[in-house]
C-alpha cells in the first residue's frame, strides 16, 4: 500500500487497507498533535474552490497549518480565469505548478476526477456537485470508529433526503464495507436513488431512534418540494430533538454534517449523544492524515 | 492577573492591570520585534469577519503571523453557511475546532459576546456594529501613550459624529479610566449620547485646536444627514486642516481611526502632528500583544 | 546593482545588470530550491489586489512561501475601504505598516508609480491596467532564456492583439535589450501602437511559424471588434494548431501568458515545443528572485 503522489476523487478509490490507513493515521494525529508538526514543512496546498464552501476549506487549511504546510488559494470562482472561457483543464494545469497538492471543490460532478487526470501533483476532492465528497466519509467514519471502536455489526439510521444528499451516497457503502449496517429513514420522496437502495431497509424515526447506534441527520433542503406546506410537514417529521432521544440506547449518537438549519433541535446540543461538533472538529485530523499521505509524509 | 484563555469583547472586560499589562507588552514587541518571533508557533487564529473590514482583518493576520502563528478566515459572509441559515452560534462552534482562536467582526451588535460565551477558545471583538471595538480603543490609547507618555490630565478633543461613531463611544470611558480628559466637539445633531456625554465639556474646533493635547477626529457619514447641504456644511465645518494646526501647541497630535474622506485634509499629512498612519501602524503591535496574553504566550 | 529596498513598477526600472541579476537568481531558486528556503522568514508580503487576477496573486504568495515568508492580502476592491471613499494613497499607507513589501495589482494606469512614491517599504507593480506588469515580461524572458540560453538573434513572433497587449508593450523593448528580434503578427486592426512599432517588421502567421523561434500567442478579446464575425474571422485566422507547428523548426517553442481561449488548439499541449504551462510554473521562481532581491535577501 502507497498513497504517496496519489489523488482522492472517490471513497471508492481506496482499497481497504488504504482506508484504515488514512483512518489509523487521523487517530494518531489527534492523541499526539506534536506528531504531526512540520510534516510539512516547505509544501503549499492549494485549495481551488469554485464554489464556496468554507467549512471544507478552513478545515483543509487548518490541517495543512497543524502540519506546518502553507496555504494558497481562493474560495469562489469570481476571481479566477474560469470566468474569461478558460477551461478547468488550463486552470489546474497552472495551480499544479505553484502548488505540491491541490484541493479541488466544484459544483460540477466529474469535474475533480478529470482535474485529477492531468496533472502530476496530487488531486483531492473537496466535493463535486452531485458526485462524491470522500473527505467528509472520512470524517463520518472517523467518527463513528472514535466512538464505538469496531463499526462492525452498527446500525446507521441516515435520516431526511436520501435521494440528493451527496454525503449520504457515499456513506452508505463506505458503512457496508466495514460491515456496518445502513437504514434508510427518508423524508418523503427523498429515498434512496436505485443501485443504492437494494438491501437496506426502511424504517420511521422513532423506530430508528429505538433500534439504531447512529442517526445520521441531513438537511432537506426546500427547493426539493413543490409547495411549502409540504415541505414543512417533512420538515416537521423528521426533527430530531430531546425528546426524540429518550428513546435511543445510551451508547447511541446523533450526527449531522452541517451546517444544520433546525433538523437537530437545540436542545440536543447540550447531550452526551449529541456528535455533530465533534464530527465537524474530526475532520482537521482526518484531512491531515490524507494530506501527509498523499504528499508521502505520514507516520 | 491572568489573561490567558479569556475572550476580549469589551474594554469593560479589561481590569487596569490588564489594560496596563496589553499595553506594556505591545510597546515591548514594537521596541524588540525578535522577542515576539515564535511565540505562536504552530497556533492557528481564525478570522472569521461576518461584514469586510479589511484594514483590521489585515492588522489582526500581520499580528498573528509576526508572532510566527497561521491564519485561516473568510473576509465576508457571502461565502459562509450563515446563508445556508446556519446561526452564528453553530458556525462559531465549527470554527473553534479549527483554530487556537477566533477574531470575530460582526454587522450586529452583541453577537460577539453570543459567540464568546459558547465555546471554549478565545473569542475576540473585532467591531460588532453599534457595539463595541475594543482592540481600536487599545490601539487609540497606546499611540496616546506612546507620544506622551502618561495619559494623565490630557485633553482629548473628539471631533465629529459623537452620536454613531462606535470608536468614541469606547474611548471616552477609556480616557476616564487613564484620568485623561475627552471634550466633545460634536457635528450638529450627533453628540455623545445619554449616558455618556455627562461631565464632558462640549467646545467648538478652533478652541479644541487651541487647548487640546489631541484631535481625534472621527468620519462623518453622509447618510446621518436629512439632505445634502446639512451633511456638507457639517464635514466642511469639521474639517482639520494645516491652518488651524497653526493653533495647536507644538506636542499636540491629530490622530483619525481612518478610512477618512477628508475630514483631514492632505496638507496635514506631511506634519510632526500627523499621527494617524502612524496609529495604523501601531495596529499590529497591539493586536500581536493580544493574541499573545489570550493565548497564554505573553512575554 | 543594490535591488534592496526598492520598487518594480516598470520593467525599464531595471538596468541591465539587474535585469540579469533577477534571471540568475531566478535560474538558482529553480534549479536548487532548498537554496531559497528561509530566506523570508518572519518577513510578510502583501498582495494587494485591487482587481482580481488569481493566477499573478496565488503566483506571488506561492513564491512568498517558497521563501518562508507570510502573506496577508486582498483578492479585489470589494471588501476595501476604497469603497468607503478611501484614497489608494491612504490605503497603500496604512498597507505598507502591516508588510515588509507591498504587491499591488490596479484598474488603472499609473497607479502603483503612485503608490510606490509614498511608501518606504518596496512596492512591486502586478499589472496596472493599461499600464505595465513587469514581472510577467520577466516571466517571459526567463522562459525563453531556460530554453535557447542566449536571447542574441532569436526571432519572436508576436501574434494576436498587440494593439491593447499590456504583455506585448512590455516585452517588445525588452526583447531588444537582450539583442533578440520583435516580428508582429497582429490580428486585423490590432497592430502594434506608434512609439513601439518602429523597425518591427510584421508578417503573416504562416511565414512567422517557418521563420521564427518562438510564437508568443495572445488573447483576441472580443469586446475589440464591432461585429461577431470579425470577431471570429480574426480569431480562427490567428489560431495556432499541430497542423501549423509542422511548419516550425524543432527547437522553436509556442508561448502564452494564459488564459487561452482556443488561440492555442488543445493538440498542441502534448507537443514537446507547447511551453505555455511551463512559463506559467516559472512565475514562482520569478516571483521569488524578486521578492528576494528587493528584500535583500537574494543569494
Known sequence: MDLAGRDLVA?????????????????SFQDDPLGARGRLDGRIVCTAFFEPSTRTRLSFESATHRLGGAVIGFSDAGATSTKKGETLEDTIRVLAGYADLVVVRSPQAGAVRRAAGIVDVPVVNAGDGAGEHPTQTLVDLFTMQRHFGSLRGRRVALVGDLKYGRTVHSLVPALERFDAVPVAVPAPGLGLPDG???GVPTTDLESAAATCDVLYVTRVQQERFHDAMAYEAARDAFRVDAELLE???????????????????ADVDPLPSAKYFEQARNGVPVRMAILAHLLGEAP
Chains 1, 2, 3 share one sequence.
Open 196 to 198: 443504492l437502495g437494494e
Open 247 to 265: 428513546r435511543m440506547s445510551s451508547k447511541a449518537i446523533v450526527m449531522h454534517p452541517l451546517p444544520r438549519v433546525g433538523e437537530v433541535a
Open 11 to 27: 471513497i471508492g478509490d481506496l482499497a481497504d487497507d488504504e482506508l484504515e490507513a488514512l483512518l489509523d493515521t487521523a487517530r
